[in-house]
């Protein structure tokens, strides 16, 4: 191995191994964990989508792709069944990926270092659960962001509060900071300092929010400048 390069996960971290199987064994027996020569892992098999009382509504062919750099990437999630179109309106890019989950909100629903079984019973059951309701009918029954920058935006705009693009933009430009700087004017335009006004809505976004998150939202939104000095859109 090339010095710099990092280990695949299941190698540097075969705990991980033995959980995944142990979740997947316990109550998804339909589904295993596969790992090649080259070092390629995904879990392959049918997916149950289930009632509240544990009733068995629809199953679903798919494959769930495990990155080299698991657990700091999302999974990656394809039916395989052919059932559900590759089109937005359906939750599924161009490619085939399931859009089961905005990466931005992970911290709700699948933090890193939470076990694999929680992608499972929540992104991931509740993305094959609002396609076996819309294929009878019904609506889609969570919430539905839009794709791109636009979703991104949306996001953002809920989480903080704000309907102004460049709020966001700056408390973006604030958490995408390794270290907070409460002299800083705070990002929601009060003319105070993040000391005297949001420094504990921003504790708390950091919390949920990684910089690097941050920086990729900043980037998605084409804010190339410091929205201190007024965000440029692309």
Known sequence: M?????????EAQPELVDGIRADLLARYSSLHLFINEAGDAEVRGTFPVLSPEGRELDRYQVTIELHADYPDSLPGVRETGGRIPWREDSHVESDGKACVLIP???WRSFPKGAPFRCFLEGPVHNFFLGQSLVAQGEKW?????????AGVLQ???ELIGTENVRTVARFLYVLKKLNLKPHLDCPCGSGLKIEKC????????RRKIPAATATKALTTLGIAASPYNGPRLR
């Open 2 to 10: 090339c010095a710099g390069m990092r280990r695949p996960w299941h």
């Open 104 to 106: 931005d909100d992970r």
């Open 141 to 149: 029954p969570f919430g539905e962001w839009q794709h791109g920058a």
């Open 155 to 157: 996001y953002y705009r």
């Open 198 to 205: 949001c420094k504990s809505k921003i504790l708390d976004l």
